[in-house]
């Protein structure tokens, strides 16, 4: 091995687990040990150019130092979801009572959906209201949405399957949980005779034409969080995720008839909003604690309101004058990210640059400021419904999401987006999304990394070989299945002349694929390279909280 530079060149040798050897010669490795490498920079993944026995084609190496160049247009991680809603049955299922082969194609084609943007996540909602779409231990019934009466056996496992398909297709997914809603009308009749609400009839109260639990009663958030935890503990969720109804929007002239609850249960609070406010509080704290105790390397994470606080109401509220999620929602979104209590917060930026009462670019900046300083990632939830608004004359610009991500990339604090609906993305009204795609996600990117979530390297994964198959070239690995578990493969290639070695990637300019670890031995085809052209290909490892191995491996063919 030889070292110039701070930077180091050496054959790739197996992971630790394994017990790999490859046939290096003589030649090879006194070719190796003479190169003299220089620090200067000349582009992405490059240094200036050795003698031309720096690099030998067909040879695998084990890369270890980094570049540090950063990209606006093609970052190497960012959290790209869309939000799949089905409560009455906005996006999936399309409507209730489908069969179940038409169910799953419907999941599976939201799925390629996704990877047809490059997108990377999916926010699946399987819990609309205090129902499910799992096979749970717990007492809430199957979900109506699915096949129209509620409590009535699927015939599959949804979640089980969203899962499996999503990881196939190398998407995160996260079960989107609406926490307190009971029921789209005021009935406890309409409920199954089984169901939680109605066997306590006082954990839930009737407001604004639905139904709600109550969450001042600790037994109501306890049975939640139970019911949350169950999931995550039996399930290979990569992320529990909460909207943004905690206490019900406000409806004029009505008030939540929670007065009997906070006589019981106020303790030392003299006052009814602090209270509430405090009982959504410790819902999120300790939802966020059982979840990490359950699974440490789930993600918890919340899409709230996107005003906290008005610059009116409080020195560090937003300029804006919108309604407030602290007051009207009882819901302290600041105090979470503050406390740590989410690990990524989502606010619902649903405006458009420079509307007056809710500036989304004022919006993206003080959100950016909560973040400053915590572990909490910060994501944009983006309003993809109202591309089109005839009411609105600025959501008849193709451009406005395009624009909002370009601002959403000159702040260092914003990781990713979140686009709701799915429905409007498929649609792509004013071809909006196609000209998102091109402008911000022409390669997809790696999943953020949480590394407070306990989480450590792993493995480097190492290519066995790379050879022509057609007018392809067919790249294969093998990983490890020890240490901090492999989610995903990361794939880098770029055309090259092969007069230097690469650093690992710090972007994702050349990065051509994120695929799922399944087993030991894995291959990818890869069909964009051109015949007689010469290409480095490089891969890395990556755990299921986003963190890389420490190297990577690399090899230069010919096509």
Known sequence: MSTNGGYAMKAASAPESLSLRYPISRRAVL???????TT?????????????????????????????????????????????????????????????????????????LAVSRNLNAVLLQVRPAADRMWKATLGEPWSKYLTGTQGKDPGYDPLAYAIAQAHQRGIALHAWINPFRVSMDTSLSSLV?????????????????RRYYNPGIPAVRT??????????????????????????????GSSIPDSSTYATYQGSFTDISSWRRNNINVFVRDTHTAIRAAKPRVVFGIGPFGIWRNSSSSSLGSATSGLESYSALYANTRGWVKYDWVDYIAPQLYWYQGY????YNVLVDWWAKQVA?????????????????????????????RDHVSKCRAVPAVRGQIYYNTTAVRANKLNSIGILKA????????PVAYPQLLATRPYTPVITQAVRE?????????????????????????????????????????????????TANQSWLDTGVVLGHSYWYMIQSISQTGIDSTNATAIFIRA
């Open 439 to 446: 402008a911000h996600y022409a390669r997809p990117a790696l």
């Open 193 to 209: 005779a089984s169901h939680p609400a109605r066997l306590n009839p006082s954990w839930s109260f009737a407001y604004g034409n």
């Open 40 to 112: 200067a920079a000349l582009g992405p993944g490059l240094l200036a150019a050795p003698a031309a026995a720096a690099v030998i084609r067909n040879h695998v190496y084990t890369i270890s130092s980094r570049n540090t160049f950063a990209s606006t247009t093609y970052p190497r991680a960012e959290f790209r979801a869309l939000w799949t809603a089905s409560v009455v049955n906005i996006d999936w299922p399309s409507r209730s009572g489908l069969s179940v082969a038409t169910q799953q194609a419907e999941l599976r084609s939201i799925l390629d």
């Open 373 to 401: 300083g915590t572990n909490v990632k910060l994501y944009t939830g983006e309003a993809a419904y109202k591309v089109g608004d005839p009411a609105t004359p600025a959501w008849g610009d193709p451009n406005e999401l």
């Open 470 to 518: 057609g007018s392809a070239v067919r790249l294969s690995w093998i990983s490890s299945s020890n240490g901090e578990p492999i989610k995903q493969i990361a794939i880098w290639r770029w055309e090259s002349t092969g007069s230097v070695l690469p650093y690992i990637q710090s972007t994702a300019t050349y990065l051509r694929s994120v695929r799922r670890r399944t």
């Open 356 to 359: 007056p009462p809710a500036n």
């Open 223 to 252: 049975f939640i969080r139970n019911v949350v935890i169950d999931m995550v503990k039996r399930y290979d969720v990569d992320g529990v995720h909460f909207d943004d109804y905690f206490y019900p929007y406000p409806v004029s």
């Open 31 to 37: 070719s190796a040990a003479v190169i003299t490498l």
